[in-house]
């Protein structure tokens, strides 16, 4: 196992860049020298870190996760985490698999057979795991073919099915399996989720995310916690933070103004929760960030 982590390090080593693209799709590398903190909306997604660690935050629940060890992601979600004892001389390095409900379902449909479970209706939308040997060895194959471009084209897509096997076999194949059924309950939560994602600004009422994901009011409050350990209220207050933050670092003197972009009509509201949220006011936080940004901004697995 050790063997295939070195190797999997060294690769990541090689290829990886600040915008954790490759040039295979779906596949992205991630090379961290810093323990600072950061903020993300994170899309669904396979993360196996190869060296050093990570502590992720949820709402108020923590998951950490090492070397050797995967997280996973099952629908968007607003985190916050730090790569644990990151340096220059010893980086966090990781890779990442975008996941694609279209491919998790061609695999269910495949495997006709199987008796697969369809899961618990309340499945939280986050986890870790340990990466045992056939994943890990998958995970290898995958990064090698970053070497061998032409080879990529027809062999990438084969192992992402090996990967998304070994996952949907595991201990946390009911997870990845609802991303794959069209009507599960995580299918259902997720429209709602894309609503609040692409209308953060806008109110709501919690009847109409509802009716959305076709659930009645009580049903879609409880699945959207366990899903995402937050209210929808809550979820959204947490996009709506995530986005001023990115906004102050080009605008820092426009707190108001960004306060009124994001849906706050209360400038004291607005930097109540946002000192709450990130530990400083929005324009002594903006002012820290503008002064800690890199020339080429780089972005952090999960």
Do not use: C
Not at 4 to 23: C, K, N, W, Y
Not at 108 to 132: F, H, K, N
């Amino acid at each position: 196992m050790e063997r295939v982590l070195a190797e999997i390090r060294r690769l990541i080593t090689t290829h990886a860049r600040p915008d954790m693209g490759t040039s295979i799709d779906g596949l992205l590398l991630s090379k961290v020298d810093s323990a600072a903190p950061g903020h993300s909306l994170t899309e669904p997604l396979l993360v196996v870190l190869a060296q050093g660690g990570k502590l992720l935050m949820l709402g108020d629940r923590a998951h950490e996760y090492r070397a050797g060890q995967y997280l996973l992601v099952t629908a968007t979600l607003p985190v916050t985490g730090h790569f644990i004892g990151a340096s220059a001389r010893t980086p966090a390095l990781g890779m990442g698999l975008v996941l694609r409900p279209a491919a998790i379902a061609a695999l269910l449909l495949a495997a006709p057979a199987r008796q697969w479970s369809r899961g618990a209706a309340d499945l939280p939308a986050i986890a870790t795991g340990t990466a045992g040997p056939e994943l890990l060895d998958a995970v290898s194959r995958l990064l090698r073919l970053l070497d061998y471009p032409a080879d990529a084209t027809v062999l990438a897509p084969l192992i992402e099915q090996e990967i998304l096997w070994r996952l949907l076999t595991g201990p946390n194949g009911d997870m990845l399996r609802q991303i794959g059924l069209a009507d599960s309950g995580l299918a259902h939560v997720s429209r709602a989720i894309g609503w609040i994602r692409d209308n953060f600004a806008e109110p709501f009422r919690v009847g109409d995310l509802a009716r959305l994901a076709g659930m009645s009011p009580s049903a879609f409050h409880r699945h959207f916690r366990a899903i995402t350990t937050m209210s929808p209220l809550q979820f959204q207050k947490h996009l709506r933070l995530q986005e001023a933050r990115s906004l102050l670092v080009a605008r820092p003197g426009d707190v108001a103004g960004v306060g009124h972009l994001v849906g706050y009509d209360s400038p004291a509201q607005f930097n109540r929760e946002y000192r709450r949220q990130f530990g400083a006011p929005p324009g002594q936080d903006a002012a820290r960030l503008r002064a800690d940004a890199d020339p080429i901004e780089a972005r952090y697995l999960p």
